[in-house]
């Protein structure tokens, strides 16, 4: 099985004409309220694929959080370790999107912020069951290490997603702590220096991440596929040729699939593959965790 810990919000956006200027207000034409967060993203993506998964973490103990459980569960993701925070509000993005495609988020992380080392403790049983733990940026990385070190013990695999880019330098801790990081472009950049523009910009830069003692450093680069380092060699695996209309949560069906994929017991080239499938059939939907594909979708993409 799979186990994510990370964030879950709800997504209010609102579609109009153009995005308000500061201290302006806008009559915009509709919207919508969707589940988001990026470890309910990766959680909704890996259960589309087939798998069992559970969500740690925490929502408050409202509304928000009540619709949040609801879409979980809906989408086949347990959440029996998803806690009510008395003290935190769910977490929220409020999203403006104008006709352009330009967008502008807040992101109020809530109950997300507060998940600690308690949860991680309460956690305890779900590392025996668990393969692969995904772990993101949108709560409290001490609490992901702390797991991270528990899934280590029990055997299985950590995959970090460094998403949003962090604010400041990991420490070198964070290098050997997980298995594997998947950073896209610019959380690259953000974290090694490199702009990964090309396959020998995306090597160096992988390299950069192997040298700090990452084990599997995987460049996320949209539609120029990925470039992966690790201990039994490293290369390119070229995207999938799609007609991408929304590249929202692309990275998060990416690492959802990734998961998946190792889960079952993939070599990591073919694991890659399998994930740029998942990542190409997302941007050519709508949505965050709505747009995560199949596992049939996916056998019929790498089959063509
Ligand atoms: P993020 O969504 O985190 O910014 P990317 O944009 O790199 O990450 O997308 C994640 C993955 O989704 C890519 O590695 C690739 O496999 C797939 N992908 C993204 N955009 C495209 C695209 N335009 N065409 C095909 N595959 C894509």
């Known amino acids: 099985s799979i186990l994510v810990l990370g964030s879950v919000n709800v997504d209010i956006t609102a579609y109009g004409a153009r995005l308000p200027l500061p201290g302006e207000t806008v009559h915009a034409e509709s919207y ?14 890996a259960a589309r694929l087939g798998a069992e998964v559970a969500l740690a973490g925490r929502t408050g103990a409202d509304g928000f959080g009540r619709m949040a459980r609801d879409w979980l ?21 409020t999203i403006g999107v104008a006709r352009d495609g330009e967008n502008a988020i807040t992101v109020v ?3 997300n912020m507060a998940i600690g080392a308690e949860d991680v403790a309460r956690l305890d049983p779900a590392f025996a069951t668990a393969k692969v733990l995904l772990l993101q940026l949108e709560a409290p990385l001490a609490a992901g290490l702390a797991a991270a070190a528990k899934m280590r013990a029990a055997g299985g695999l950590t995959l970090l997603d460094p998403a949003p880019a962090p604010g400041a330098a990991f420490g070198a801790e964070v290098w050997t702590a997980v298995d594997a990081m998947t950073p896209n472009e610019s959380e690259t950049e953000a974290l090694t220096g490199i702009r990964p523009t090309d ?5 160096r830069a992988a ?10 450093a995987v460049v996320k680069m949209g539609a120029g596929g990925v470039y992966w380092k690790a201990p039994e060699g490293e290369g390119h ?31 990591l080239p073919d694991a890659l593959r399998f994930a740029n499938a998942c990542g190409a059939l997302a941007t050519t939907r709508r949505g965050a965790s709505d747009a995560a594909p199949t596992l049939a979708e996916v056998e019929a993409l790498l089959k063509a």
Do not use: Y
């Open 237 to 267: 695996v070229p995207a999938f040729a799609v007609k991408a209309i929304d590249t929202v949560a692309a990275g998060d069906c990416f690492n959802g699939g990734l998961g998946f994929a190792l889960a079952r017991g993939d070599g």
């Open 199 to 203: 396959q020998a910009s995306a090597a």
């Open 32 to 45: 919508a309220i969707a589940l988001g967060g990026k470890g309910a993203n990766q959680a909704v993506a």
């Open 207 to 216: 390299s950069v991440m192997t040298e700090r003692g990452l084990r599997i």
């Open 109 to 111: 992380g809530g109950a």
């Open 73 to 93: 569960a809906q989408a086949g993701v347990g959440t029996g370790q998803l806690w009510e925070d008395a003290e935190h509000p769910t977490g929220i993005a």
